[in-house]
């Protein structure tokens, strides 16, 4: 990081950070066990059988980012208004 950031910027990039590997690992865990719990279903769906896993993990690791993104500058946002 550029020496000349002050405190606060550096932990606002580390909470971002943070929120961001924490969504994309919990979005694409939930994803895939969500389609490999699909394929094992009694009854399994025609949208089961046409969806790629591969497809659906990383929708859900996109998704996973934007939350942890959006949560990290909530917190900080919510954090700056208080002070």
Request: charged share 15%; proline share 2%.
């Amino acid at each position: 990081m550029h020496p000349s950031m002050d405190i606060k910027t550096k932990r606002l990039l580390l909470l971002a950070v943070s929120c961001s590997v924490i969504g994309v690992v919990l979005g694409g865990t939930a994803s895939w066990a969500s389609s490999s719990m699909c394929l094992q279903d009694n009854t399994t769906t025609s949208e089961c059988l046409t969806q790629d896993p591969v497809e659906k993990t990383l929708e859900g690791m996109s998704a996973g980012l934007v939350a942890g993104v959006g949560g990290a500058f909530g917190v900080a946002w919510n954090l700056h208004q208080k002070d």
